[in-house]
């Protein structure tokens, strides 16, 4: 059937995100026989938005917006979707996992999110083509935005939406890679050698996806061992894998450290040193003086607030990150090596360099909120599929052993009224 948008999301990924924000799925359109009456999808409403950059602005438009009624060239009327939830195949597969059917203007049984009345989806009924008027240029990629009506909280859908004829060697999700206090390493939540740690992140990639495609959150706690750090970096680039960004833990996470070290990282940090960041990542610029990565790292060790023989020393350094003056062929993960270091051994930094920061950097109550969601909801994803797909095969045994029941009282219905009309017989007088 035609599409307005596709993506390399499953289905199945965006319930759990739904079921994740507190959303309960509802009903996809259904018929029920005692009732003799079709009812429509049912669920949670949820707004569908569509946001993409063109000629260097944001355009922001309701989904509804990209479609047009063929008769009358109207756009499609304001209405929220609801998350009906798909129904589960034959072989207990997420139906709309195989059938595609993500977000519908018709009615299927195999779709997520699904208009809220009865709109059939035969041929001779088609109402709405796409306006070419308001669409986005053909293979752009384009941010669906799913907000819950209901509380308006709003959620980025962890993967690209991409306007028709784009190429499908789109990136992959991001993968938080954590490394904690003992030394150990977990790639989406999983432990892994660090032998294998590019393995891991490179099985995330779609077929004939470069490694440079797939973008990895690296995080680490304060006392974190300097030595696997740069061991775990050097891992990951010889995986070809170069988009790595630095992200702090979570505040709580850090109350793992003794009170005394705790006390001295969180004073207030003195101004900031720039350390510049030369070609290729291998030297850095500090005060004017050019010194090799591995020199200025092995100084910082032995000037960490976190060291024993270093004990009230006051509130520690703080650091800017930037490209040095004329830098070149400097990628994310440049950066990403130094802002580690310096975070686990006890320093305040921070990167400017463009392409690194976050969309919601200078922000820091938004920074923060996404830090903590790419640290604690990203590697559950695994977690919350399962989840999702658990809790739809108990739901469909509860419909199956409704629907036995309904099939019951409609035979036991037949038997009252055959009953009934045997009664009226014997008990109607004879002339």
């Known amino acids: 059937h035609e599409a307005v948008l596709r993506t390399v999301a499953r289905p199945s990924a965006v319930h759990a995100a739904l079921l994740g924000l507190g959303l309960e799925p509802g009903n ?77 203007i018709v009615n299927f049984e195999f779709t997520t999110l699904d208009v809220p009345r009865i709109a059939s989806n035969a041929n001779e009924t088609l109402e709405w083509e796409i306006n070419p008027d308001t669409m986005p240029p053909e293979g752009q990629q384009v941010w669906m935005v799913l907000t819950p009506v209901e509380n308006g909280a709003a959620t980025r859908a962890a993967t690209r939406a991409l306007a028709p004829e784009e190429d499908a060697g789109a990136p992959v999700d991001v993968v938080v890679v954590t490394l904690d206090t003992k030394g150990e390493i977990k790639v989406n939540n999983e432990p892994v050698a660090l032998g294998e740690t590019g393995a891991r992140v490179r099985a995330r990639l779609t077929e004939n996806a470069p490694p440079s495609s797939v973008s990895v959150r690296l995080s680490a ?22 988009d790595i960004r630095f992200t702090p833990p979570p505040p709580e996470a850090q109350q793992a450290l003794p009170a005394p070290e705790r006390a001295r990282v969180e004073d207030a940090p003195a101004a900031a040193t720039v350390v510049g960041v030369r070609e290729g990542g291998t030297a850095v610029i500090v005060d004017g003086k050019e010194v090799p990565l591995g020199q200025f790292i092995e100084s910082l060790r032995e000037r960490s607030p976190l060291a024993e023989e270093n004990p009230g020393q006051g509130p520690p350094p703080a650091y800017v990150i930037r490209p040095a003056a004329g830098a070149a062929d400097l990628k994310p993960v440049d950066f990403a090596a130094i802002h580690a270091a310096l975070y686990v051994l006890g320093f305040e930094a921070s990167v400017e360099a463009p392409g690194y920061a976050t969309e919601t950097e200078g922000h820091s109550d938004l920074s923060e909120l996404r830090r903590r969601w790419e640290a604690q909801v990203l590697p ?6 399962r989840a999702a797909q658990t809790h739809y095969e108990v739901m469909e045994a509860y419909q199956r052993e409704i629907n036995r029941l309904l099939d019951e009282v409609e035979r036991l219905r037949r038997e009252m009224d055959d009953l009934q009309a045997r009664y009226n017989e014997l008990t109607t007088p004879r002339p």
Do not use: C
């Open 28 to 104: 996809p359109l259904r018929f029920v026989p005692e009732r003799k009456e079709w009812l429509p999808p049912s669920g949670p409403p949820v707004r569908v938005e569509v946001e993409w950059e063109e000629d260097g602005r944001t355009i922001r438009r309701r989904a509804g917006e990209l479609m047009r009624n063929m008769k009358t060239g109207e756009p499609m009327p304001s209405h929220p979707w609801v998350f009906a939830g798909s129904e589960l195949g034959p072989n207990g597969e997420y139906g709309a996992d195989v059938t595609g059917q993500l977000v519908s």
């Open 221 to 242: 706690p304060r006392g974190a061992p300097l030595d696997v750090l740069g061991r775990l970096l050097a891992e990951l680039v010889r995986s070809e894998i170069t």
């Open 380 to 385: 559950e994803s695994a977690a919350l599929q």
